[in-house]
């Protein structure tokens, strides 16, 4: 009876239900969410283009903890109206649930690489001008209320806009709390009074670098050159002018899959980079016919790899869904102790602050050891002002109210540490229920604002292959 009972049951648990897009004719489809052997997947069936399975996250138990992190979202103002449904209403529309935590203006579509994975499909393309960039940067502002988060200076590739340092100059002038230059690193590293100019920039201010491993294949595989050389030659040169940099890699299954500890090691050890972001790589632009839907890396897989890969130093208990988007967006930040980096979520529980957290990605370590300090946890039932105080006596040096802003950011940026994994959804792990919090937000030359996957996904004109 028991072997007959066991043949019956299905090898999958039915979890949920959710919309997701047929990858072929990006129709609507409906996609039941179900666990397979710790995994979790999309079942879906298109009517012209059959059934189908896609990978949403490696690891179930990751999955299924990250609806406890949804809070309220931001509100924000919208540019269209609600007429063909999500996703072809973008955007933003009233339907969307998220504020951006990042808008990203695109000052070209020309690039000096043409790598085989790019999103965008970069490769030639006019340049904004200054009167046209001024004006998508003051919508963004305008669409937050006035309170503009970070930018993003994106393209193609940035710097090779000829104006990118008046257009720097400008984004700084208004008042995003960061502004990010998103860049291959080719122009840095070959031209260093580029990076030397930079500089001027430093507070608020960060190099968004491109860098996905150590190893010639990945570059062979990612960007279709070896260009280890010249990503260190643009950190050196950062470095030198004292420019805080973000390494950006983008993560493949069987390509780098097994260098995320290490990108985070040489991260931490090198004078200047303040943080890691990993992406899964998300299959848009020129890699949508290449997709490996079932087998790909997903966020919930980095967690494990870099605990596996650093030994045990960052655990997957050291990483938080971020309230804004818990299911596509994760983070660690790390103070030094005694010359080691330890994971604040060690120190802090986050997990009872989300109301201290607000709806972005802006918000640093810094900041949540200030709150602690200014005693806005004190009515918290885990960790009182004092308690707070000793235990992240640690992490700050006493004076710290005492030092000059240009001392602050020296100790900020020798003492503090991020690292952020942020997926995106193509035709293969579309999940509308997800697609409306996602706060990552391209500005378009039309005033409007659309959500990263949907923009790469169905707006963008994928000109360049
Ligand atoms: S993704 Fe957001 S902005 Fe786009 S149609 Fe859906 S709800 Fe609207
Ligand atoms: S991924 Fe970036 S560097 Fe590569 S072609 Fe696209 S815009 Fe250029």
Redo the contacts with the bound molecule.
């Keep these: 009876m028991e072997a007959q009972k066991k043949t019956r049951d299905r090898d999958y648990v039915f979890h949920n239900l959710t919309v997701s897009l047929c990858p072929t004719c990006l129709n609507r489809v409906m996609a039941k969410v179900i666990i397979k052997d710790g995994s979790v997947y999309l079942l879906k069936r298109c009517e012209e283009h059959g059934e189908m399975t896609s990978l949403l996250e490696e690891d179930a138990e990751y999955y299924l903890s990250t609806p406890q992190y949804n809070k309220p979202g931001t509100k924000c103002k919208v540019q269209t109206e609600i007429k063909f449904g999500?996703?072809?209403?973008?955007?933003?529309?009233p339907?969307?649930e998220q504020h951006g935590c990042i808008g990203l203006i695109e000052v070209t579509n020309f690039c000096d690489l043409k790598c085989p994975n790019c999103y965008a499909s970069s490769g030639v393309g006019d340049f904004l001008t200054m009167g046209k960039i001024e004006k998508m940067m003051d919508f963004l502002i305008d669409s937050e209320e006035g309170e503009g988060e970070i930018l993003q200076i994106s393209g193609g590739e940035p710097t090779t806009h000829p104006k990118v340092l008046d257009i720097l100059r400008l984004a700084k002038s208004k008042s995003f709390k960061c502004v990010m230059l998103n860049t291959n690193g080719l122009r840095i590293a070959e031209d260093e009074s580029f990076a030397k100019a930079l500089g001027e920039f430093r507070g608020g201010f960060e190099v968004y670098l491109q860098f996905d491993g150590f190893k010639e294949s990945t570059y062979e595989d990612l960007r279709g050159k070896d260009l280890l050389a010249i990503k260190k030659k643009a950190i050196q040169n950062l470095a030198k002018y004292k420019v805080p940099m973000t390494l950006v890699a983008t993560v493949k299954k069987g390509i780098n899959d097994d260098e995320v500890g290490d990108i985070v090691k040489f991260a931490m050890d090198t004078k200047f980079i303040r943080g890691v972001n990993f992406q899964p790589i998300a299959f848009f632009g020129r890699l949508s016919s290449t997709a490996d839907p079932v087998t790909r890396v997903t966020l919930s897989g980095i967690i494990n790899r870099i605990e596996k890969q650093t030994k045990g130093e960052l655990k997957k208990s050291d990483f938080v869904p971020l309230p804004c988007h818990p299911d596509k967006i994760a983070l660690t930040y790390l103070f030094k102790e005694k010359d080691k980096y330890i994971p604040i979520t060690r120190k802090i529980d986050v997990r009872n602050k989300l109301s201290l957290i607000n709806n972005t990605m802006a918000f640093r370590a810094e900041d949540l050891l200030k709150e602690s300090l200014l005693g806005l946890w004190s009515a918290s039932t885990v960790m009182s002002s004092a308690k707070a105080l000793k235990e992240l006596s640690c992490c700050i040096p006493l004076n710290l109210g005492s030092l000059t802003q240009d001392e602050r950011m020296e100790y900020v940026d020798e003492n503090t540490f991020r690292i952020s994994i942020v997926s995106f959804l193509d035709g293969y792990n579309f999940d509308l229920k997800s697609?409306?919090q996602?706060c990552i937000h391209f500005v378009t030359p039309d005033l409007k604002k659309i959500?990263f996957s949907?923009y790469n996904l169905i707006h963008r004109e994928h000109g360049a292959k």
């Design positions: 999500c996703p072809f209403d973008c955007g933003l529309c339907d969307h697609i409306k996602e959500p949907t």
